[in-house]
């Protein structure tokens, strides 16, 4: 016969020794613990484990359930091994302590004052200057176009004075809602809408501000000698020439002064 200590409630058993008995499996009949006898602990060990170590007795666990009440000497076992309850914190006396010379108070070392270089001489007798405050910087004025303009017809010297708000130019015609239409004296653009292009003449923070709309025309319109797409809403400036059919009309200042600092 071989006596073994049930690792879960620490009773003490008994089995029959035979070439195979380690691999045998028993049930304690006090906490029904099934495992291999080769898992269960031998009665001498479980002896020593349970001894004083170094003159101090060794520290357990116990649950708090009191119906179960079963001891661990497992110092990081946080449930118990019989009802599942979670086990209070370790004593703090098993903690191990720190070595004496970490505990002991080290007297601080005194800080060391940095001393700066000196100064060169040379940099001593320099004169000092005060500082001066720094002030912002300059913002240079910027033109503000004041002018509507107008319109300039290449091919009969037309002029179309501008204002502001949207305004139609077209070709002449006695059907013709055009605002602004083109033509007269013998010349005729038969390749320009009655409604080609809209101008809008628009006041923002910049000045006066001439957008090129295209309303839908069948023929075409050409900013600069390049076709604009349906939809388009184009920011012009002076100078730039609209092709409408035909003709080219050119967007022109109506004076000198019409541009001015503010």
């Known amino acids: ?11 003490r058993l008994t089995a029959k020794e ?6 045998k499996l028993i049930t304690c009949p006090i906490c029904s613990y099934k495992a291999k006898v080769s898992d ?19 520290q357990t666990r116990v649950c708090p359930n009191p119906a179960c009440r079963y001891e661990t000497n497992n110092m990081r076992a946080l449930f118990c091994r019989k009802c599942g309850t979670r086990l209070p914190a370790p004593p703090t006396e098993m903690h191990e302590k720190l070595p004496e010379k970490l505990t002991q108070n080290k007297s601080k070392a005194p800080e060391q004052q940095i001393t700066p270089p000196p100064v060169p001489q ?35 010297g037309q002029i179309c004075e501008l204002r502001l708000g949207s305004q139609v130019l077209g070709r002449l ?12 004296d013998g010349y005729r653009d038969e390749y320009m809408s009655r409604r080609h292009v809209q101008i809008d003449v ?19 319109i050409k900013l600069n000698d390049k076709d604009i797409n349906r939809g388009d809403e184009i920011v012009l400036k002076f100078g730039d020439k609209l092709t409408l059919g035909k003709t080219d009309v050119i967007l022109e200042e109506t004076n000198e002064d019409a541009t001015r600092i503010i």
């Not at 071989?2 to 009773?11: A, G, M």
């Open 122 to 156: 040379h940099l001593m007798n320099m004169p000092q200057t005060p500082e001066q405050p720094l002030s912002p910087p300059e913002i240079p004025d910027c033109p503000v176009n004041n002018d509507t303009g107008q319109m300039r017809i290449v091919q009969t």
């Open 18 to 23: 035979t070439p195979d008995v380690q691999d």
């Open 202 to 220: 628009v006041r923002t923070e910049r000045g006066i501000e001439h957008r090129l709309v295209e309303i839908g025309s069948k023929n075409i």
């Open 1 to 11: 016969m071989i006596s073994v200590v049930c690792p879960n409630c620490r009773s």
């Open 173 to 184: 015609a006695q059907t013709g809602t055009a605002d602004l239409q083109i033509g007269g």
């Open 40 to 58: 269960f602990l031998p009665a001498q060990e479980a002896k020593k484990s349970n001894e004083p170590s170094g003159g101090a007795g060794q």
